[in-house]
């Protein structure tokens, strides 16, 4: 698997010059403002896994427009609160899964809140999160170009909603400690946390991992493999709108939002990546206005470090925490 990219070093020196809308804060704080206006309802149900170390609950909070969001929430048993909080989003096309799955976090101690993502969700059988503001604006199949003629209906501004709206959640618990919360994802989760961090105030910390999302122009010019070929796809059959494609798109490029982040954060990127070119990492990466670290792997394609940066992460996240 061959470099498809720039090099490692003209990766550390990229920093585009991305256009970024002039009401760009102004529409984030009236869309988020919207939703603070609306009870968080946050309920926390116990679940019986049959796990005896690990407390999983049922979580379900109002999103974006009130609309219902769905995670779990794990926390190791017995544990003396309040605890440190790993808040999780999820990979393109992801749910949040059963309610024994992913036990990493609760297992090293941490209070653990693992976010549905709207639409995405595999089996309504799990308990998965609809997306009832969906508009069809021709989309082609997926997520990216849902609601693109429109930022106001664009899919992610009530993607990015929820989010927000999860580590809410996660600080309402009375096992969480509000001023230890920490975001986290790999590829779409990764874009979410970016722009997680670059909107709520007051994150212990932010780890995104081969964050999509990012020089989102770059990445549907470079891209080998879905979800930024849905772009191209979209602009192969409307061949005049690229331009109202890509003003809606700044309005949720995960390099503008590293801008706006002063929380630590710890990235990984992966050199050989075909789903989120290296490039378009790190123009998030070096935006960055946060303490920063980076982790690159660079004969990975996008699982990036998987097991390898989870230890990374541990052992950041304890220097972190404590």
């Known amino acids: 698997m061959p470099?498809?990219?720039?090099?490692?070093?003209?990766?550390?020196?990229?920093?585009?010059?991305?256009?970024?809308?002039?009401?760009?804060?102004?529409?984030?704080?009236?869309?988020l403002g919207e939703a603070e206006r609306l009870p968080l309802d946050a309920r926390f149900e116990r679940v019986d896994t049959g796990l005896v170390q690990v407390e999983t609950y049922d979580?379900?909070?109002?999103?974006?427009?009130?609309?219902?969001?769905?995670?779990?929430?794990?926390?190791?048993?017995?544990?003396?609160?309040?605890?440190?909080?790993?808040?999780?989003?999820?990979g393109y096309g992801r749910g949040r899964g059963l309610a024994h799955q992913s036990l990493f976090w609760a297992n090293a101690g941490y209070?653990?809140?693992?976010?549905?993502?709207?639409?995405?969700?595999?089996?309504?059988?799990?308990?998965?999160?609809?997306?009832?503001?969906?508009?069809?604006?021709?989309?082609?199949?997926?997520?990216?170009?849902?609601?693109?003629?429109?930022?106001?209906?664009?899919?992610?501004?009530?993607?990015?909603?929820?989010?927000v709206r999860c580590v809410d959640a996660a600080r309402s618990h009375p096992s969480v400690?509000?001023?230890?919360?920490?975001?986290?994802?790999?590829?779409?989760g990764g874009g979410i946390t970016l722009a997680v961090a670059g909107l709520v105030p007051g994150l212990a910390g932010a780890m995104p991992d081969v964050p999509f999302l990012c020089d989102i122009r770059r990445g549907a010019e470079t891209a080998a493999c879905p979800p930024y070929t849905e772009i191209a796809d979209f602009l192969r059959l409307h061949r005049s709108s690229a331009e109202q494609v890509f003003t809606t798109l700044s309005y949720f490029d995960g390099a503008l939002m590293a801008a706006r982040s002063r929380t630590p954060a710890l990235f990984s990127i992966a050199m050989m990546d075909r789903i989120c070119p290296p490039s378009t990492c790190f123009s998030a990466y070096n935006a960055y206005a946060g303490r920063k670290d980076v982790r690159v792997y660079e004969f990975n394609d996008h699982e990036g470090g998987v097991e390898h940066q989870q230890l990374e992460q541990l052992a950041w996240l304890r220097a972190l925490l404590g």
């Open 3 to 31: 470099l498809s990219d720039l090099t490692l070093a003209e990766c550390r020196e990229y920093r585009p010059v991305l256009p970024e809308p002039a009401d760009f804060d102004r529409f984030w704080s009236g869309t």
């Open 59 to 90: 979580v379900g909070f109002a999103g974006y427009a009130g609309q219902r969001v769905s995670g779990w929430l794990r926390l190791p048993a017995g544990a003396a609160g309040p605890l440190g909080c790993v808040v999780e989003y999820l």
């Open 111 to 163: 209070a653990h809140l693992i976010m549905d993502t709207r639409g995405q969700g595999w089996s309504s059988a799990l308990g998965t999160t609809p997306d009832p503001g969906a508009t069809d604006s021709g989309s082609v199949p997926g997520f990216l170009t849902r609601g693109l003629a429109d930022r106001d209906a664009y899919y992610y501004r009530r993607v990015f909603t929820d989010a």
């Open 177 to 188: 400690d509000p001023e230890r919360v920490v975001v986290t994802g790999i590829s779409q």
